[in-house]
């Protein structure tokens, strides 16, 4: 047993990136033409991370203060971010997602979610149901582990669910 629990670890290691490498593809693949790679993440994270300062997106991705902040400037002069005097702290620069780039995110991840429905519409009913109930085990067992000491419907109320684009 304890060599298919190492090889389920090292298949889940390796397929899980693999995954989302896919639809992080189809995310971009469905990116508006005028907006980089970069500029795409930047939207991403702070859809993620609302109200996030300049620091906290070049930490996130690694890159310098200066390319951080050039980069926001031109999405703020887009309309795409909104940056804003801190709640707390006027001297805080809080950066989020303006509607419209709220709107860009969502016309992307519906592409995407469109894209991932006509691939699984090939598999049988058996197939789709032994998928969700894999994917309900898997987060059950790292997302959510038995220590907890929530009951299991209040386990499985915690976690996301499908949600309409």
């Given at each position: 047993?304890?060599?298919?629990?190492?090889?389920?670890?090292?298949?889940?290691?390796?397929?899980?990136?693999?995954?989302?490498?896919y639809?992080?593809?189809?995310?971009?693949?469905?990116?508006?033409?005028?907006?980089?790679?970069?500029?795409?993440?930047?939207?991403?994270?702070?859809?993620?991370?609302?109200?996030?300062?300049?620091?906290?997106?070049s930490?996130?991705?690694?890159?310098?203060?200066?390319?951080?902040?050039?980069?926001?400037?031109?999405?703020?002069?887009?309309?795409l971010?909104?940056?804003?005097?801190?709640?707390?702290d006027?001297?805080?620069?809080e950066?989020?997602?303006?509607?419209q780039?709220?709107?860009?995110l969502?016309?992307?991840?519906?592409?995407?979610?469109k894209n991932?429905?006509?691939?699984?519409?090939?598999?049988?009913?058996e197939?789709?149901?032994k998928?969700?109930?894999?994917?309900?085990?898997?987060?059950?067992?790292?997302?959510?582990?038995?220590?907890?000491?929530?009951?299991?419907?209040?386990?499985?109320d915690?976690?996301?669910?499908?949600?309409?684009?």
């Amino acid at each position: 047993m304890e060599d298919k629990i190492e090889e389920l670890a090292v298949r889940l290691m390796e397929g899980i990136p693999r995954l989302m490498g896919y639809i992080r593809s189809k995310m971009r693949q469905h990116r508006r033409s005028d907006l980089s790679l970069a500029q795409f993440r930047t939207l991403l994270f702070f859809r993620r991370h609302p109200r996030s300062s300049l620091s906290a997106l070049s930490a996130h991705y690694g890159l310098s203060q200066a390319t951080a902040s050039r980069m926001v400037d031109n999405l703020v002069r887009r309309g795409l971010i909104v940056r804003e005097s801190g709640l707390e702290d006027r001297r805080q620069i809080e950066l989020y997602l303006s509607r419209q780039g709220r709107k860009l995110l969502t016309s992307a991840e519906k592409a995407t979610l469109k894209n991932l429905k006509e691939l699984l519409t090939d598999l049988s009913p058996e197939e789709i149901q032994k998928i969700d109930e894999g994917f309900e085990l898997l987060l059950e067992a790292l997302v959510f582990p038995k220590t907890s000491d929530r009951s299991p419907k209040e386990k499985r109320d915690l976690r996301p669910k499908g949600r309409r684009l």
